[in-house]
């Protein structure tokens, strides 16, 4: 043990005891938990599915995504503060009553659909200024607190299939996507959506809606999609349901589930050219779910998942819009289009698609223009022959 204590202090040695430190130290920093896998050097963490109950050890304080979705945690409160550099977070699917406590500041994806969360107060989402999407779908709320100057940078809210009755009132002003579908909405609220003018996607559909007051939709400015359908319109009561019926003719936005009429898109008005929406929400699968498969892409199930329309016999589960020609179709799967061809599908990121403008050319003359061709090649073959000829007769 003296020898070893001398080793280490003779100067000789420092340079190799400090690299060896450093090795060490290095080696410790990028541990991954044993039920996890990690990438992206150890910064990327997916503990999905594996039955905790507890928060993994060792995970290092530098990481940027973690996911502890499909498992039985049940409470996280104060664990997860310390990871000041996570900028996704997946706790979907677990046993949770609550938004964790004290969820680091830096967070930008926060998902925690599938839980058994009754509530959102408003110091839950207090200082998270960062925050860009947030998914509290397929819970039990029934109310939501939300202040509106801390949470300035929200851009997709997702609600859907909860408990609510009214739309929530003072959400943040730079929201551009909020799913509130299959609830128990009766009413919304005046004033409720004044200040969203970002706002360009709402889903409303599958609910309890049977009329809106007048005006309700009229400040937002931005609104590009709007879903209605399954909703039990009384389209008996005239008096109730006739402002509604015509802000649907004058507004540019596309309303698909139109209350009381037979086809399923209406809206659209004054448009100057023809343009398809992408409507696919929020909701996504758990972010690691194809980690230990990478090969393999696990679909998506979007919460505008296929409805069927009480008041317009809309199907957005399989429904088709053509846009260039009958060659070349979207295809609305549960709210995510798709270009549909004989043979294959493939995913569009862009909301337009462009058909390149070939011309035709005749048969006869593609054939005239070959047979020159062969003709000219003929004739060139033949002079050759009688050149080499004369040469050699020289």
């Known amino acids: 043990m003296e020898r070893i204590r001398t080793a280490l202090t003779t100067p000789g040695s420092m340079p190799t005891n400090l690299l060896l430190l450093l090795l060490f130290g290095v080696r410790v920093l990028a541990i991954c938990p044993p039920m996890c896998t990690c990438s992206r050097g150890h910064r990327a963490v997916d503990c999905s599915g594996r039955g905790l109950t ?3 050890d060792s995970l290092q304080h530098n990481i940027h995504f973690l996911n ?10 104060g ?3 310390h990871f000041d550099h996570l900028r996704t977070l997946d706790i979907s699917y677990n046993h949770l009553h609550h938004l964790p406590v004290g969820l680091p500041r830096a967070l930008w994806d926060v998902r925690a659909s599938g839980n058994y969360i009754r509530q959102l107060e408003k110091n839950d989402t207090a200082y998270h200024w960062n925050l860009q999407n947030l998914d509290l779908s397929r819970n039990l709320l029934e109310r939501v607190v939300l202040i509106n100057n801390t949470l300035s940078n929200l851009q997709a809210l997702n609600l859907s299939h909860n408990k609510f009755w009214t739309v929530p009132t ?8 909020v799913d509130l579908s299959h609830n128990y909405l009766l009413q919304i609220l005046p004033g409720s959506l004044d200040r969203l003018p970002r706002l360009s996607r709402f889903y409303l559909h599958a609910n309890r809606f049977n009329s809106l007051s007048d005006g309700v939709f009229s400040q937002l400015d931005g609104l ?3 879903t209605l359908g399954d909703n039990p319109w009384a389209c008996e ?16 936005a596309k309303i698909m589930g139109c209350p009381c009429y037979t086809r399923p898109t209406c809206g659209e008005a004054h448009l100057a050219t023809r343009r398809t929406w992408h409507s696919a929400a929020f909701t996504e699968p758990p972010l690691g779910a194809d980690a230990r498969h990478p090969g393999q892409r696990a679909p998506m199930h979007a919460v505008t998942s296929g409805y ?12 088709a819009v053509n846009t260039s020609g009958p060659s070349e179709q979207i295809l609305i799967m549960g709210g995510e289009f798709l270009t549909s061809t004989p043979h294959s599908l493939s995913t569009q990121s862009s909301t337009t698609i462009r058909t390149r403008s070939t011309k035709k050319v ?13 003709t000219c090649s003929f004739e060139n073959t033949i002079l050759s022959l009688l050149c080499t000829v004369v040469i050699f007769g020289a």
């Open 362 to 374: 005749l048969p006869g003359r593609a054939r005239s223009t070959s047979h020159q061709i062969h």
């Open 54 to 56: 507890i928060l993994p």
């Open 68 to 77: 502890l979705s499909h498992n039985r945690l049940q409470d996280l409160d």
């Open 79 to 81: 664990l997860l503060n």
């Open 170 to 177: 003072n959400m943040p002003h730079n929201l551009e996507m």
């Open 308 to 319: 069927l329309s009480k008041s317009a016999q809309l199907n957005v589960g399989h429904s």
């Open 224 to 226: 590009q999609l709007l």
């Open 237 to 252: 009561d005239e008096e109730n349901i006739n402002h509604l019926l015509t802000w649907m003719q004058q507004t540019p």
